[in-house]
T-cell receptor, first 114, second 112 residues
Framework: AQSVSQHNHHVILSEAASLELGCNYSYGGTVNLFWYVQYPGQHLQLLLKYFSGDPLVKGIKGFEAEFIKSKFSFNLRKPSVQWSDTAEYFCAVNGADSGYALNFGKGTSLLVTP | KAGVTQTPRYLIKTRGQQVTLSCSPISGHRSVSWYQQTPGQGLQFLFEYFSETQRNKGNFPGRFSGRQFSNSRSEMNVSTLELGDSALYLC???????????FGPGTRLTVT
């Protein structure tokens, strides 16, 4: 069965600390990978995406993620977090095998303290 | 372009009632998908419509249904509401089935 796992459910960091959120997936066939962010009271919005090509993708607000096919992983990173990065982060996967239905992980709640 | 809009934004219903939620996609987008967001289960895929046809369905009971109109607007219906249906229901639109999803603000449904 297709699944997406996010390892950390709650993360607390101080400002300027580095961030890495883990995401692993179980999926057959070629995949598209996404990280979405939901700031308090706001819409779910796309941080970055991987469809093909360079496995290191850069997104908005200084975020990046690396697709490691052999590890079925797509971890999100940011070298130095800010208080405004406090939000819920969701990893998502889709592919042709599932008709491109978007399958989400359960999310990671990030709190950045001043 | 205007974003994805969902109405109503908040809804309170009683157990056993039914509810209809509406989603208007970004202009030109032909695909609309629905998701249920709860603290315990995260975001779960309900179904997706493209050109008025259901293309994908998640693992939800038959009480959850939807449809899409010729103008791409979509509605989701939940019959015989249960307390566990309390959630944020998100709608997303995309140009194509394999395209990027753009999400609306959601409808917060509370079942009492």
């Amino acid at each position: 069965a297709q699944s997406v796992s996010q390892h950390n459910h709650h993360v607390i960091l101080s400002e300027a600390a580095s961030l890495e959120l883990g995401c692993n997936y179980s999926y057959g066939g070629t995949v598209n990978l996404f990280w979405y962010v939901q700031y308090p009271g706001q819409h779910l919005q796309l941080l970055l995406k991987y469809f093909s090509g360079d496995p290191l993708v850069k997104g908005i607000k200084g975020f990046e993620a690396e697709f490691i096919k052999s590890k079925f992983s797509f971890n999100l990173r940011k070298p130095s977090v800010q208080w405004s990065d406090t939000a819920e982060y969701f990893c998502a996967v889709n592919g042709a095998d599932s008709g491109y239905a978007l399958n989400f992980g359960k999310g990671t709640s990030l709190l950045v303290t001043p | 372009k205007a974003g994805v809009t969902q109405t109503p934004r908040y809804l309170i219903k009683t157990r056993g009632q039914q509810v209809t939620l509406s989603c208007s996609p970004i202009s030109g987008h032909r695909s609309v998908s629905w998701y249920q967001q709860t603290p315990g289960q995260g975001l779960q895929f309900l179904f997706e419509y493209f050109s008025e046809t259901q293309r994908n369905k998640g693992n939800f009971p038959g009480r959850f249904s939807g449809r899409q109109f010729s103008n791409s607007r979509s509605e989701m219906n939940v019959s015989t509401l249960e307390l566990g249906d309390s959630a944020l229901y998100l709608c997303a639109s995309s140009l194509t089935l394999d395209g990027l999803r753009y999400f609306g603000p959601g409808t917060r449904l509370t079942v009492t």
